[in-house]
């Protein structure tokens, strides 16, 4: 006899450091948060200040890969104006520290500065083509600074969500608005799409290969598997041809007929797509084939004036 286990149950909230960032799962100890508001919490790095995105939520145990933080408290007005304050001295603190990089001569770029909400850290974030060793600008920082420092380098991509932008569709950068974390992207999601293998065209403002390529790439594939193979042999009105490639936009494929004249030829759909009805029919037909199964009426077609009976 075999018994059922029910799954642990816990309490979540789901809280943002920077916009556009991951959200992390925290314990709210019991307390009802909902979004909008900013709360303090323990993390890895010390207690810092967070946005709520995701209201209190019971969810399984199992869903969760790490031990949960504590949410310590919500964020009071003192501290709301504090946070505040600091925010507006990182500009400047990124000024300062671009001046201490020039007279260490560091071959280092700086991105962004931040503060923590009641000022305990400040970091700066920095990209380098080689590892760079700046302990001597740690410790010309803290000194101007007289807070704890951290410097941390990052890639082209973190840099543009950082930065923001606008990129070459028109619109505001997909990492910097949306994209909580990367995903992989690869050259071979170009070339499945049939675009152009130009540097310049498949490339985002970061220089790396633009994210948007793997929004829609599961979709070729799948596509492609419904239609005719490039070097398949086809009948076509035209005559026998082989195809010479595959439009997934356009649902066609172009054949190069024996004459060596090429042409476009559209792909019929699958035969399950072109049923129709209520789905509740079991034959090929469909209910508006009139087949009586599941006691639809037949409508009227497209061009047929009549009204329904």
């Not at 408290?73 to 001295?89: G, H, Q």
């Not at 020039?102 to 700086?110: A, G, R, V, Y």
């Not at 420092?149 to 910097?176: F, H, W």
Request: proline share 5%.
């Amino acid at each position: 006899m075999s018994l059922a286990t029910s799954s642990q149950k816990t309490q979540i909230v789901g809280i943002r450091f920077r916009p556009a960032g991951r959200i992390y799962y925290f314990d709210p100890q019991g307390q009802a948060f909902t979004t909008g508001q900013y709360v303090i919490v323990e993390t890895v790095r010390g207690v810092e200040a967070g946005r709520v995105v995701i209201a209190s939520k019971i969810v399984a145990e199992e869903d969760l890969a790490d031990p949960l933080k504590p949410v310590l408290r919500l964020a009071s007005e003192d501290e709301l104006r504090m946070m505040l304050s600091f925010k507006n001295k990182e500009k400047d603190a990124l000024v300062r520290c671009a001046e201490r990089v020039t007279q260490h001569k560091l071959p280092m770029k700086l991105v962004e500065s931040e503060y923590t909400f009641d000022g305990s850290r400040l970091t700066f974030y920095f990209t380098a083509d080689e590892r760079v060793d700046f302990r001597s600008l740690v410790r010309d920082l803290a000194a101007t600074f007289r807070t704890r420092i951290e410097l941390r380098q990052i890639g082209a991509r973190d840099q543009a969500k950082l930065q923001g932008g606008v990129g070459p569709c028109g619109k505001t950068l997909c990492c910097s608005s949306w994209i909580t974390d990367f995903g992989i992207v690869s050259i071979k999601m170009a070339k499945e799409q049939g675009l152009p293998l130009n540097p310049s065209k498949i490339s985002g403002v970061c220089g790396r290969l633009m994210c948007c390529l793997s929004y829609e790439n599961e979709n070729y594939i799948q596509a492609k598997q419904q239609m005719p193979q490039i070097g398949t042999m086809l009948n076509t009105p035209s005559g026998n041809g082989k195809v010479v490639s595959v439009n997934v936009p356009q649902n066609s494929v172009e054949v190069m007929l024996d004459s060596g004249v090429t042409i476009q030829v559209p792909v019929a759909p699958p035969a399950d797509t072109q049923k129709s009805g209520c789905g509740s029919c079991s034959t090929g037909g469909g209910c508006g084939s009139a087949c009586g199964s599941c006691g639809v009426k037949k409508k009227a077609q497209k061009n047929d004036m009549l009204p329904e009976v």
